[in-house]
């Protein structure tokens, strides 16, 4: 009986632990999602948009990856900083309406115009990561500013830029540079949105061009002139898993492991790629970089990954420990002088995606039955060795 008693006090302290081991880690996301927010808040610019620090400018690319990590992270915020968020998002919103080309229904980088007109494409897509992130969670700010109407037409233009092979260019069709990188991009937005689907001969297009990849990467998607991307392989599984087809989405099983098998032992991915696949696996020489760890996360989580795999709780635990100074932020490694993250140009653009990724871990985990609460396992632990005393089981 004694040692039945200590085997199962044993079992519940081990039990225990685990779940405060997971609850720490559900309660440090949080506190560190919310001392992010108020960062962003805090540097929110008068005109409503966020800056690239480099121009001290606001611009559209960074204020829509803003407004979509303020979005997935805002239920699991406190009620008094939610309130606070809705404003921002309001004005970001704002912000971005001054940004668009009616003629041309795409998003310049900012409200003046500036940046060169083939870049246009790009800053299109990050504005609407953020509008239609807003459409699913402010209907109310998206009906104010006839957010939809600019994700139609947005959307309508960057479905007709499609290159004859099926492909999407960052710089718009024909484009030398970068061909295809779009492509998994512009069809998750799609299929995101609601508007489109693999019934759409341009989205079938889309996803058969990226099929036509798989089998040429170590990361199992789609590959530049320099090596396989680790942002381009995210996006695929995005574009696979949200076309709601059995059989694309059979590919995600492969995608997500292709990812994870170029994660660092410090839970990161590189910030950069090179023909040579071991500067940028597990024992490579890149920099790690928070940016591109939170694409990968947040693209797992969007396709369905375990939040409780090890290797997902390590990609949460490095952006946990990644920061810009003690102020909030994050920061791009490689973008300026590394020991300076401080003067970082993009650290809004870095910390909207970190925040976009933590807030669909929280989500996940929350579901999926973490934390596990140790008073919870204490006191179903105690009924099995309750009725074992009472049957006088030795």
């Known amino acids: 009986m004694r040692l039945v008693h200590g085997g199962i006090l044993s079992l519940v302290a081990a039990l225990c632990l685990l779940g405060a081991v997971e609850a720490d880690l559900v309660s440090d996301v949080q506190q560190r999602c919310e001392q992010a927010v108020d960062w962003l808040l805090k540097n929110q610019q008068p005109d409503g948009g966020w800056l690239y620090e480099g121009t001290q400018k606001s611009s559209a690319m960074d204020t829509g990856v803003v407004l979509l990590g303020l979005c997935e992270v805002y239920d699991k915020l406190p009620k008094g900083q939610q309130s606070k968020v809705r404003e921002a998002v309001d004005h970001g919103v704002e912000f971005l309406k001054k940004c668009w080309d009616d003629n041309r229904k795409m998003f310049w980088d900012y409200p003046n115009r500036g940046g060169r007109e083939e870049y246009m494409p790009m800053y299109t897509v990050h504005a609407l990561m953020g509008l239609i992130a807003v459409e699913k969670k402010f209907p109310d700010i998206a009906e104010k500013y006839g957010v939809s109407k600019f994700i139609d037409e947005a959307l309508r233009k ?150 409780n795999d090890d290797r997902v ?57 973490v934390p596990v609460s140790p008073l919870a396992v204490l006191a179903l632990a105690f009924i099995p060795a309750r009725r074992a005393w009472r049957a006088g089981i030795p």
């Open 158 to 307: 960057l479905l007709s830029m499609q290159n004859d092979d099926g492909s999407w260019s960052n710089f718009g069709p024909g484009s030398w540079q970068n061909p295809g990188r779009c492509t998994g991009l512009v069809v998750w937005l799609a299929e995101w949105s609601g508007r489109y689907g693999p019934s759409d001969k341009r989205i079938e297009s889309g996803l058969k061009y990226i099929e036509s990849h798989l089998g040429k990467s170590p990361l199992g998607g789609m590959i530049s002139s320099n090596g396989p991307k680790i942002d381009f392989t995210a996006w695929d599984m995005l574009a696979f898993y949200f076309s709601g087809n059995k059989y694309y989405r059979g590919f995600v099983p492969k995608l997500q492991e292709g990812v994870l098998g170029f994660q660092r032992k410090d839970g990161a991915f590189a910030a950069h790629t090179s023909v040579y696949d071991s500067e940028y696996g597990p024992e490579g020489t890149a920099a790690p970089c928070p940016h591109k760890t939170a694409r990968v996360l947040f693209a797992l989580m969007l396709t369905g990954a375990d939040p």
């Open 313 to 369: 709780k390590k990609a949460v635990e490095f952006l946990l420990n990644t920061r810009s100074q003690s102020e909030g932020a994050w920061f791009w490694p490689t973008m300026n002088d590394p020991s300076k993250p401080q003067e970082n140009p993009m650290r809004a653009y870095c910390t909207g995606w970190c925040l976009a990724a933590l807030g669909a871990w929280l989500q996940k985990a929350k579901r999926g039955g």
